[in-house]
C-alpha cells in the first residue's frame, strides 16, 4: 500500500473516532448564535470538501485514470508527509484528551469553565485546528493536485475564522484577566511564535 493510502486511513480513523468521542462533552451554560458560525462552517466545509475531491482524484490517478497532477512525490517525501498526517491528527486528539469534557465543536462555555493551559495549550491556544491545519496541509500536498492545496488553505482560513470568534466569545464569557494573560504567553496557532504582548 502507498503511504496516500495510508494517510487517507489516519484520516478515516480520526473521523470515526471524534465523532464518537464527541460524546464525551459537559454541560453548555452559554454558546454563541448559530448565525455567528455561518462564515467559518462554510469556508472550512468547502475546503474539506475540496481536499476530499483531490483525495478521490489523486486515488483514481494511481488506479491509471488520468488527473491533472501537478507533481510526483519521491517515495521518501511521501511517507513524510504521512508522518506529518499523523502528527498532526494526534496532536489535535492530545489536546482533545486534555481538554476532557470541556471539549465542545461549537463555540460554547461549559459548565465550570476554565482556561486549559496544560498539555499542548502550553505551545498554542488552538491546538486542535494547528493539528487540523498540518494534517490538511500534508494530505493537500501528497494529493499533488492544486484542489488539494487550496483545500487544506480554505481548511486553515476556516479554523483562523473560527478561532478568533472563539477568543472574543471566551473573552467575554471568562472576563479579561486570565484569558487575556493566556493569549499574551502563548501564540494563537503556530508553536514557539511569538505571542503577541
Do not use: C
Amino acid at each position: 500500500m502507498s503511504p496516500f493510502f495510508y494517510s487517507g486511513m489516519l484520516w478515516a480513523l480520526w473521523v470515526v473516532s471524534w465523532l464518537i468521542a464527541a460524546l464525551w462533552s459537559r454541560r453548555t451554560t452559554a454558546r454563541t448564535p448559530s448565525r455567528a458560525r455561518i462564515l467559518d462552517l462554510a469556508v472550512t466545509m468547502a475546503g474539506g470538501l475540496l481536499l476530499a475531491y483531490a483525495s478521490r482524484m489523486r486515488w483514481l490517478s494511481m488506479e491509471g485514470v488520468a488527473a491533472p497532477l501537478l507533481w510526483r512525490l519521491p517515495l521518501a517525501v511521501d511517507w513524510a508527509l504521512t508522518g506529518l498526517v499523523a502528527v498532526g491528527l494526534a496532536f489535535t486528539w492530545w489536546a482533545r484528551l486534555t481538554l476532557g469534557d470541556l471539549w465542545s465543536s461549537n463555540v460554547v462555555r461549559k459548565e465550570a469553565h476554565t482556561v486549559v493551559r496544560a498539555g499542548p495549550y502550553r505551545l498554542v491556544r488552538h491546538p486542535i485546528y494547528t493539528g487540523m491545519i498540518l494534517a490538511a496541509f500534508a494530505l493537500g500536498a501528497q494529493t499533488s493536485l492544486l484542489a488539494g492545496l487550496a483545500g487544506a488553505l480554505l481548511m486553515a482560513l476556516g479554523f483562523g475564522i473560527k478561532a478568533r470568534l472563539e477568543e472574543r466569545f471566551l473573552s467575554a464569557e471568562l472576563g479579561e484577566g486570565a484569558y487575556a494573560d493566556y493569549r499574551r504567553r502563548t501564540p494563537m496557532l503556530v508553536p514557539f511564535w511569538p505571542a503577541r504582548r
